[in-house]
């Protein structure tokens, strides 16, 4: 009998857990510890952003094992299993309690660094600041990128006010309307992004702005360009419907309505591909439509996920509203 | 009733695969053969008269058996094998634009010049179409093989250290040799204005094949040390994890 309930006492001892302290190990995708011995989380402290903080700070002190780096919040990536064998390992999110996720003592957490990180509006910044000096120099310093002084025609003068126009209101919508739900990026996708829209912004202005460029008729040239205004302020429209969808501190998304969202997912992108298309309509250039089409790939490629998403989450089922019946970003296409 | 094994959809499925991996066996081994071809005509020419004259000497077969890797850009694509298609495509276009594009494009100084490394009087090191064709086929040859096999199910060990080593040395010279074609094709782009496309026209758009070839290559450039040292890593991972087992 004493024996018995010796043992037992011995049994509970080595494995109760310490009053008012949570471990917890900390491990890269291969497998190996990053905090020799785990990592102790006070009870009352035991949520994602002051485990991120933590680690923060033990970065700084340089007290993770093969981690040189400072490992600011937005780059730590924590990861738990998946609840079903083969599922997709599920994220920490900041804002929540590691209770949330059933997280407790003992639990092993998978950590990847995401690399230098930067701000979406950074990068936004740039990627449209850069056009706005690219492609009004072919214009204005022709004489020295063509080597010939000329006059240019109205179609050219007319481009290079909507391109301006264009990039000037994306700069104003990114610092005024526009709020992120991830507020950074991986610091490669500065130089990918960027290389996309100055790249393209030198190609279209260096065929456009070109001595031998050959205007469409005037009539064409105005008709065009006035509609691919129409098609901006559309655009414009469906942003600020964009940034109205939810009420500040809401979460989850929102089913959009009203304007060009009665018909179609993502009205924005479609407004967006139809200026692009009357500027080739008005300017008839080659590497325009080719700068459209890329632009256009990519935005049928994240309506799709879009909707997608939307159909996911609005099913219809348990009070959930049902998604409507619209088309996912050019009508009547797709 | 029938049992799920025979049933129809199941054994239609496995026909399937097996017609998949007959028709990937057959590919993979008509390149090896074309390929080894290819080596034995260019190692002929090159004893002969040596290795400026070998792009002339395998043009024919060296057309068939490279275009032929077009093929494979389909297959990834269709999900018939699993490699990536951007990799697998950009890897082919490379290769069809080095020799439509360049060798063939232009009809002289790319095909039968050389660049020399080194020259003294017992030794000469030079980059040619010769040293090109001679990497290329090798390579080929052990990718092709090494595909055939794991069709098979089984791959030598020779075969796979092959695989996951012969780059180090075939690759820069492959590479090497092919820019030196570049480069000594180019002056005879840049005179000569054939492909090329002036404004104005009703496109807006001009085309400079000489300049196409300067951004290419820029844009190839840098491509190789970033690919070389993933294959490195690549080698490092999959023959430490053989030496591990055995």
Redesign the interface.
Known sequence: PWSTSFTITIIRFKFTKKIGIMKVRLVTRSGRDIVDGGFEIPDDAATVDALQAQIHSLSLKKKLKGIKAELYPSRQRMTIPAATAGGKPVPLTPGKKLSDFDVKDGAIVTFKDLGIQIGYQTVFFWEYFGPLLVYPMFHCLREQVYGKAFTPCLAQRLALWYFCFHYTKRIAETFLLHTFSHATMPIANLFRNCSYYWGFAALVSY??N?P???SPSELRVKVAFGLALLCQLGNLHTHLTLANLRKPGEKGYKIPRGFGFNWVTCANYTFEIYGWFFFNIA?????GVVFMSAGALQMIQWAGQKHARLRKQFDGKEGREKYPRRWQILPPFI | RNSLLTSPLVQLSARMGFLKSAYLLAYNISLVIGWSYILFEAVIEWKANGPLGVFIAVRKSLEIAQTAAVLEVVHSALGVVRSPVVTTFLQVVSRIAILWGVLIAIPFDSRTAEIVLYNDASVKVALSTGTMIVAWSLSEIIRYSFYAFKELGFVPYPVEWLRYSGFVVLYPIGVASELTMIYCGMPHMKNNGMYDL?????????FNYYIALLIGTSVYLPGFPKLYFYMLAQRKKVLAAKSKVA
Do not use: G, K
């Open positions: 065929f456009v070109h031998d460029y050959t300017t008839q250039s080659l590497m | 002036v404004m104005p026209n009703a496109f807006n758009f001009a």
